[in-house]
């Protein structure tokens, strides 16, 4: 007897990936390039650059939709592994902006106005770009085996988990807003000019930085699907549905969620280097309990459970936010808050499962199996 | 003191919830392949039993001795696993949210159940061969691509039975199997259970006498945390004290 056949929704979810990816590997770029700047086809570099900075945000959530959508576990605090591998990315940033700062100094401006007059020890390995590529993947990976390790090991689950996740990052928001910490306080990381030689200024830079942000969310989704098809994949979805059963069945559940969890925190690390050079800041206010908390609205908003909604609900929402937020400054948080609600009670599954939905209602109304995902009714 | 025939051998186990005695110095036996009902009235301890054996509770006394002499008290729920415990609980628990044949394939006995080895795996032939099998014994073969969440109960506690049934467990704990079934599939897990009866050593709890009836070669009474009486279901349903126990509660089981 053969293996369960590729379920409808896997073949539809590839279709959607390879739409994505031309969309934003190939139409999206090309607009910004080809057409006359009147032109109403034409993309500004200023929308091309927020949208890598979305796509930065989707690799993100593909990350907690691991560990929330698939294996059920809710991590508040995916914010504190963005910022960790912002700072390590923003702190070879730093040091290249060398005699161009303000003061004139080879210290960051901060360091020279606390009256920092040595670089401290810590900031040594970031003088060169791979110190700064390979800490902005291992610090939070480093740190989230160290947490996660304590925390399941120790059984910790559903809402206590949530819960401490949210005082992680908390602490993490206090710990980088003082200036002892010499990572530039509340002001944070800012003020950049280069990375390895290329001016970050210049639309070209932000073009390849853009490119390179799409392939590095294709390959974390990638490679995040390889995950979820293979039978530990099939373990977190099990530990999400019945944990008891997967201990009963010789399987050491807090191993899995440890390992998601690592991997969680290495996609965060990923999608804050990528996303420093792009924005040209990091500061405290991004790694908060808030911003945590964001990333768990757009897995829910596009469809936990699923890949690709966790990378739809991270575009959809943060260009809702980008058009909203111009119209209704001050209404964000609210329109946030309701969408939540409103996607928690009505659509539990988020923007792909109404879509499912509606494509199922075209069809006939066959019952089908969902690889992953939550129940269709 | 153990006898070479026994699988398992419970010695003066007591289990306190803080003053509560769920088991109090509770001896238990099971042979090789034997099917042994456990019955009772509630609150008598047989669920409680089963989580001492398994490793979910730990006793604050007395020795488990499972097969060649290991003591199960103080090993973790997962090594007892490997050891060959099989546990099916009495909610159906199984993965809803994948097909009956995942479920199943999940469940399977293997070297290794650590991240890696599971990210690499493979079904080999002969594992797929076994899943068949135990698809056709519980009857679920037309299922096998379905979603688990959408079986009715039985098939689900079927379900959960193969799963167990597939980690070959030299002894199948089965809490309350034929609860919230029709008679008619109460009927074919009497017969499932017979059946797999003849390869592992299988320990039952049941209320519904019929079901009793049905499979129980030796029945034991628990109440009140100790065996009171061990017997054919004839010699048991004529003890005077295992009546005066079931008759002295509002509902009788009889």
Same mark, same amino acid.
Request: hydrophobic letters at 45%.
């Given at each position: 007897?053969?293996?369960?056949?590729?379920?409808?929704?896997?073949?539809?979810?590839?279709?959607?990936?390879?739409?994505?990816?031309?969309?934003?590997?190939?139409?999206?770029?090309?607009?910004?390039?080809?057409?006359?700047?009147?032109?109403?086809?034409?993309?500004?570099?200023?929308?091309?650059?927020?949208?890598?900075?979305?796509?930065?945000?989707?690799?993100?959530?593909?990350?907690?939709?691991?560990?929330?959508?698939?294996?059920?576990?809710?991590?508040?605090?995916?914010?504190?592994?963005?910022?960790?591998?912002?700072?390590?990315?923003?702190?070879?940033?730093?040091?290249?902006?060398?005699?161009?700062?303000?003061?004139?100094?080879?210290?960051?401006?901060?360091?020279?106005?606390?009256?920092?007059?040595?670089?401290?020890?810590?900031?040594?390995?970031?003088?060169?770009?791979?110190?700064?590529?390979?800490?902005?993947?291992?610090?939070?990976?480093?740190?989230?085996?160290?947490?996660?390790?304590?925390?399941?090991? !120790?059984?910790?689950?559903?809402?206590?988990?949530?819960?401490?996740?949210?005082?992680?990052?908390?602490?993490?928001?206090?710990?980088?807003?003082?200036?002892?910490?010499?990572?530039?306080?509340?002001?944070?990381?800012?003020?950049?000019?280069?990375?390895?030689?290329?001016?970050?200024?210049?639309?070209?830079?932000?073009?390849?930085?853009?490119?390179?942000?799409?392939?590095?969310?294709?390959?974390?989704?990638?490679?995040?699907?390889?995950?979820? =098809? !293979?039978?530990?994949?099939?373990?977190?979805?099990?530990?999400?549905? !019945?944990?008891?059963?997967?201990?009963?069945?010789?399987?050491?559940?807090?191993?899995?969620?440890?390992?998601?969890?690592?991997?969680?925190?290495?996609?965060?690390?990923?999608?804050?280097?990528?996303?420093?050079?792009?924005?040209?800041?990091?500061?405290?206010?991004?790694?908060?309990?808030?911003?945590?908390?964001?990333?768990?609205?757009?897995?829910?908003?596009?469809?936990?459970?699923?890949?690709?909604?966790?990378?739809?609900?991270?575009?959809?929402?943060?260009?809702?936010?980008?058009?909203?937020?111009?119209?209704?400054?001050?209404?964000?948080?609210?329109?946030?808050?309701?969408?939540?609600?409103?996607?928690?009670?009505?659509?539990?599954?988020?923007?792909?499962?109404?879509?499912?939905?509606?494509?199922?209602?075209?069809?006939?109304?066959?019952?089908?199996?969902?690889?992953?995902?939550?129940?269709?009714? | 003191?153990?006898?070479?025939?026994?699988?398992?051998?419970?010695?003066?186990?007591?289990?306190?919830?803080?003053?509560?005695?769920?088991?109090?110095?509770?001896?238990?036996?099971?042979?090789?392949?034997?099917?042994?009902?456990?019955?009772?009235?509630?609150?008598?301890?047989?669920?409680?039993?089963?989580?001492?054996?398994?490793?979910?509770?730990?006793?604050?006394?007395?020795?488990?001795?499972?097969?060649?002499?290991?003591?199960?008290?103080?090993?973790? =729920?997962?090594? $007892?696993?490997?050891?060959?415990?099989?546990?099916?609980?009495?909610?159906?628990?199984?993965?809803?949210?994948? !097909?009956?044949?995942?479920?199943?394939?999940?469940?399977?006995?293997?070297?290794?159940?650590?991240?890696?080895?599971?990210?690499?795996?493979?079904?080999?032939?002969?594992?797929?061969?076994?899943?068949?099998?135990?698809?056709?014994?519980?009857?679920?073969?037309?299922?096998?691509?379905?979603?688990?969440?959408?079986?009715?109960?039985?098939?689900?506690?079927?379900?959960?039975?193969?799963?167990? $049934?597939?980690?070959?467990?030299?002894?199948?704990?089965?809490?309350?199997?034929?609860?919230?079934?029709?008679?008619?599939?109460?009927?074919?897990?009497?017969?499932?259970?017979?059946?797999?009866?003849?390869?592992?050593?299988?320990?039952?709890?049941?209320?519904?006498?019929?079901?009793?009836?049905?499979?129980?070669?030796?029945?034991?009474?628990?109440?009140?945390?100790?065996?009171?009486?061990?017997?054919?279901?004839?010699?048991?349903?004529?003890?005077?004290?295992?009546?005066?126990?079931?008759?002295?509660?509002?509902?009788?089981?009889?």
């Amino acid at each position: 007897m053969p293996e369960p056949v590729v379920s409808h929704q896997d073949s539809r979810e590839t279709v959607s990936f390879y739409v994505l990816g031309f969309l934003f590997l190939v139409v999206l770029p090309l607009l910004n390039v080809v057409p006359s700047e009147e032109s109403w086809l034409h993309v500004s570099d200023f929308r091309l650059n927020q949208f890598g900075k979305f796509l930065a945000f989707a690799i993100l959530a593909l990350g907690l939709d691991l560990i929330w959508g698939y294996c059920g576990v809710l991590s508040m605090g995916q914010g504190v592994f963005f910022g960790l591998g912002a700072y390590c990315m923003g702190m070879y940033l730093a040091l290249q902006i060398g005699k161009e700062s303000v003061y004139g100094s080879e210290l960051p401006d901060f360091m020279v106005w606390t009256q920092v007059k040595e670089l401290p020890l810590f900031w040594y390995p970031f003088k060169s770009f791979w110190g700064g590529f390979v800490g902005a993947l291992l610090v939070p990976v480093l740190f989230a085996t160290i947490f996660g390790f304590l925390a399941f090991r !120790s059984r910790i689950k559903g809402v206590y988990f949530a819960i401490i996740t949210q005082a992680l990052a908390y602490a993490a928001w206090l710990v980088f807003n003082r200036n002892e910490t010499r990572l530039g306080g509340t002001n944070g990381l800012t003020d950049f000019k280069q990375l390895l030689g290329f001016r970050l200024s210049d639309p070209s830079t932000q073009r390849g930085l853009y490119l390179l942000t799409v392939l590095a969310l294709g390959a974390a989704y990638l490679f995040c699907r390889w995950i979820v =098809a !293979s039978r530990a994949g099939k373990v977190l979805i099990a530990i999400r549905d !019945s944990e008891s059963r997967v201990t009963f069945s010789g399987y050491t559940p807090w191993m899995y969620k440890l390992f998601v969890f690592v991997v969680a925190a290495g996609l965060a690390g990923l999608s804050g280097m990528l996303y420093v050079p792009q924005v040209g800041i990091i500061t405290p206010a991004q790694i908060g309990v808030l911003p945590s908390l964001e990333v768990v609205i757009w897995v829910a908003v596009g469809g936990r459970g699923t890949l690709i909604g966790a990378i739809l609900g991270a575009v959809a929402v943060n260009y809702g936010r980008s058009v909203l937020t111009n119209y209704f400054p001050e209404a964000w948080p609210f329109i946030l808050g309701g969408l939540f609600v409103v996607v928690v009670t009505l659509f539990p599954d988020g923007l792909v499962g109404m879509l499912r939905k509606m494509h199922a209602r075209k069809k006939t109304p066959t019952p089908v199996i969902k690889a992953e995902g939550r129940t269709a009714a | 003191m153990t006898d070479g025939n026994l699988i398992l051998h419970c010695e003066h186990v007591t289990v306190d919830y803080d003053g509560f005695k769920a088991l109090n110095n509770c001896n238990f036996s099971v042979h090789y392949n034997e099917l042994r009902v456990v019955i009772g009235p509630n609150g008598a301890g047989k669920t409680t039993l089963l989580d001492v054996i398994c490793g979910k509770t730990k006793p604050a006394s007395g020795t488990v001795l499972f097969g060649h002499g290991i003591n199960l008290v103080g090993m973790n =729920a997962e090594d $007892i696993t490997k050891l060959g415990v099989g546990r099916k609980f009495q909610a159906p628990s199984i993965y809803s949210n994948l !097909s009956v044949w995942q479920n199943l394939d999940l469940s399977v006995k293997r070297a290794s159940k650590g991240v890696f080895a599971t990210l690499m795996g493979r079904s080999s032939p002969a594992e797929r061969e076994r899943i068949s099998e135990v698809l056709e014994t519980i009857g679920l073969t037309q299922y096998a691509h379905d979603r688990a969440g959408s079986l009715s109960h039985g098939q689900k506690q079927w379900l959960e039975i193969g799963m167990v $049934i597939l980690q070959e467990p030299s002894l199948l704990l089965v809490d309350e199997p034929v609860a919230g079934m029709s008679d008619k599939e109460t009927e074919q897990t009497g017969q499932l259970l017979t059946r797999l009866s003849e390869k592992q050593a299988i320990v039952v709890i049941e209320h519904d006498m019929d079901f009793v009836r049905q499979i129980a070669r030796i029945v034991t009474v628990l109440a009140e945390g100790t065996v009171i009486c061990e017997g054919t279901v004839e010699q048991v349903q004529a003890d005077d004290h295992v009546r005066e126990i079931y008759l002295g509660r509002a509902k009788v089981a009889y």
